[in-house]
């Protein structure tokens, strides 16, 4: 049975708290028109903060090598050995990882993924914002289609005037399709009459998205690093919805979601509450295996959703101190 909108984005607030691990949220002029949900990935903005700068490249030591290592054995003689050596001891080096990090957060700045409502549609948009260039392209296209162990089938493809590549994993019966739009914007999406009209919009000067997504979009805090932004275009669970988490040392989340009338906004709040109840009883179960886990579960118990009128929100945040501990207090891979 599917979630209605409104059980999906309870979950979703939920899920976010969870999970936690700019600019303004500008729409860009490659997306569809039809565009009713927008997730951004700011990577630059994740990359330089504190807690990934912190952190990161002491998990990847931690657990990188051990992860190539069990790739490897999982596939069997496909992959070159002094590949996954190198690979490994480029993990395992934290130094280097940090180097490779900063050298590389300005290559992809940031990620766009469109999508409309109907999630069965399967039609998510992707933009790649970053500094990219025809023959970085060309170059990274050729390796992947030049290395079989990955398995992946790259060849040019036309559409009307537009040339641009289709890609496809071993076994796999579905295609991507790739295109290089300009020397800012990388665009992957499922089907290539979309990638054609898309490339169409090249020679926009701003989005052609519903003025009510770009609104939403408008009210995202600046210094977030993820984000989500719904303006559907059809009011049956809400009317409008925006979230974001900012990364510093810890983590911050805020979401909003302006539901059609007050009850209807009750509701929302009723079934948030119900999904942070659950999520803090695995938490609790979870907690007697990796201690570390109680903090989430203290953190998700003071999580309270509020109604105001027919806006629903909910905030939290997870203190860098306890982001130190839970990172400290990883287990290692048995």
């Not at 993990?91 to 290559?107: C, F, M, Q």
């Not at 409502?117 to 030049?146: C, H, P, Q, T």
């Not at 805090?221 to 988490?245: C, I, Q, S």
Request: aromatic content about 6%.
């Amino acid at each position: 049975m599917l979630f209605t909108a409104r059980r999906w984005l309870s979950l979703a607030a939920v899920a976010a708290i969870a999970a936690a691990p700019a600019r303004a949220a500008d729409l860009n002029k490659y997306l569809p028109d039809d565009t009713e949900i927008v997730v951004g990935i700011h990577v630059t903005t994740l990359a330089e903060s504190d807690l990934v700068q912190k952190h990161v490249p002491s998990v990847v030591k931690k657990y990188g090598p051990d992860l190539v290592k069990a790739f490897g054995e999982g596939a069997g003689k496909k992959l070159d050995e002094s590949l996954l050596k190198e690979l490994g001891k480029f993990l395992g080096d934290a130094e280097r990882v940090k180097d490779w990090i900063n050298d590389n957060k300005n290559t992809v700045n940031r990620v766009l993924i469109g999508t409309t409502a109907d999630f069965e549609d399967g039609n998510a948009f992707l933009v790649f914002e970053g500094d990219f260039n025809k023959d970085r392209m060309k170059l990274a296209l050729d390796f992947i289609s030049k290395f079989k162990a990955l398995e992946v089938a790259v060849k040019p493809v036309k559409e009307g005037k537009y040339e641009f590549y289709s890609v496809k994993l071993s076994g796999d019966e579905d295609e991507l399709f790739v295109a290089l739009a300009d020397d800012r914007n990388v665009l992957c999406c499922p089907d290539r009459a979309m990638m054609a009209k898309a490339l169409d919009r090249g020679t926009r000067e701003k989005p052609g998205v519903r003025k009510e997504l770009t609104d939403v979009a408008g009210k995202i805090d600046a210094k977030a690093a993820l984000w989500m932004a719904a303006a559907p275009k059809e009011d049956d669970a809400y009317v409008n919805a925006h979230g974001y988490v900012v990364v510093t040392g810890g983590i911050r989340f805020f979401s909003s979601v302006t539901s059609k009338d007050a009850d209807a906004a009750k509701d929302l709040v009723n079934d948030m509450k119900d999904g942070l109840k659950e999520l803090g009883e695995e938490l609790k179960e979870a907690a007697k295996q990796y201690p570390p886990l109680a903090a989430l579960k203290e953190l998700i118990e003071k999580a309270e959703p509020k109604a105001d009128k027919n806006v629903v929100t909910l905030e939290a945040e997870v203190p860098a101190a306890a982001v130190d501990k839970l990172i400290k207090d990883l287990p290692a891979i048995k």
